[in-house]
């Protein structure tokens, strides 16, 4: 049974940093696509990072290049999100979400629970 759980949220001044960990099990986490995404009140939940499987690839929404940075320790099974410059707009609940190829033609999305994070003085 596939499992992540977030971790590292928290209440941080701006300009401050944050380390959020995405614990993953149930699954082979070298070969998935692993993401971060966020929810602020009222809106729609956006990708903020994504890493291919094997993390050769990256991206990142435009709104935290330069500022955040997504890596994942394979032998671990868990993906990372360091956030540095954070600013009040960043605020949301940080979902961790793992993309996983079945049989051919078949993928299955995980999330976890949620993180919340805070930017505020």
């Known amino acids: 049974q596939a499992r992540l759980v977030e971790s590292g949220g928290g209440l941080v001044q701006p300009g401050g940093s944050l380390r959020l960990s995405c614990a993953a099990s149930g699954f082979t986490f070298s070969s998935s696509t692993m993401n971060w995404y966020r929810q602020a009140p009222g809106k729609e939940r956006e990708l903020v990072a994504g890493?291919?499987?094997?993390?050769?690839?990256?991206n990142y929404a435009d709104s935290v290049k330069g500022r955040f940075t997504i890596s994942r320790d394979n032998a671990k099974n868990t993906v990372y999100l360091y956030m540095n410059s954070l600013k009040p707009e960043d605020t949301a609940v940080y979902y961790c979400?793992?993309?996983?190829?079945?049989?051919?033609?078949?993928?299955?999305?995980?999330w976890g629970q949620g993180t919340q994070v805070t930017v505020s003085s």
């Open positions: 890493s291919t499987s094997g993390g050769g690839s990256t």
């Open positions: 979400n793992a993309v996983v190829r079945g049989r051919p033609g078949v993928v299955y999305n995980y």
